[in-house]
């Protein structure tokens, strides 16, 4: 019966190993293509629509479809989370259009923030210019840098529009969940 056992073990392994080398070109081609050409200035006064904006003719383009001086005025950051972001996306600044790049300022009043979120399929890159220390740089599991630090609850409310019993069940529960681990 041992070496029926054994010899299933072997079989199930060898089949897995196949599938993997099967499905390994599929992971090769699962990214996205590369840029037909240098640059793609986005034309918003073109009616069609596309992934991103439509390339302006390129003896259209001038200089200043890459410069965008928004970033340079702070923002209103008088509203409930006291920040303010002013985006430099390609229908504002139209020289990034298809080159998977935005910016945007970033301007918060004592207090304000910006509540915890994600960018799929993008990179967040934060220039600081002035601020305190951040919250547990570089931690990875959000619930536990959120809820299991000395965050203050007032913050983690208005972050995710929360109320002060709703914080203190998840501050209780992920305190748990880690003490577990």
């Known amino acids: 019966m041992a070496r029926s056992f054994s010899a299933s073990v072997r079989r199930v392994t060898l089949a897995l190993f196949v599938l993997q080398l099967a499905l390994l070109p599929m992971m090769a081609i699962a990214s996205d293509a ?36 928004g970033l340079a005025n702070p923002g209103n950051t008088n509203n409930p989370l006291g920040s303010n972001v002013t985006a430099a996306f390609a229908a504002e600044f139209p020289g990034i259009n298809t080159l998977g790049i935005s910016m945007a300022r970033l301007d918060f009043a004592k207090g304000g923030l910006v509540p915890p979120h994600t960018h799929p399929r993008a990179t967040e890159i934060i220039f600081v210019v002035e601020a305190l220390n951040s919250q547990n740089p570089g931690t990875q599991i959000q619930a536990v840098a959120l809820f299991n630090s000395k965050i203050n609850e007032v913050v983690l409310e208005k972050a995710f529009g929360l109320g002060e019993k709703a914080v203190q069940h998840i501050e209780y529960t992920v305190e748990a969940a880690n003490a577990v681990n």
């Open 34 to 69: 590369d840029p037909e050409q240098d640059f793609c200035v986005g034309d918003s006064n073109n009616p069609n629509i596309v992934n991103g904006l439509v390339c302006k003719n390129p003896a259209e383009v001038k200089a200043n479809d890459f410069k965008f001086s």
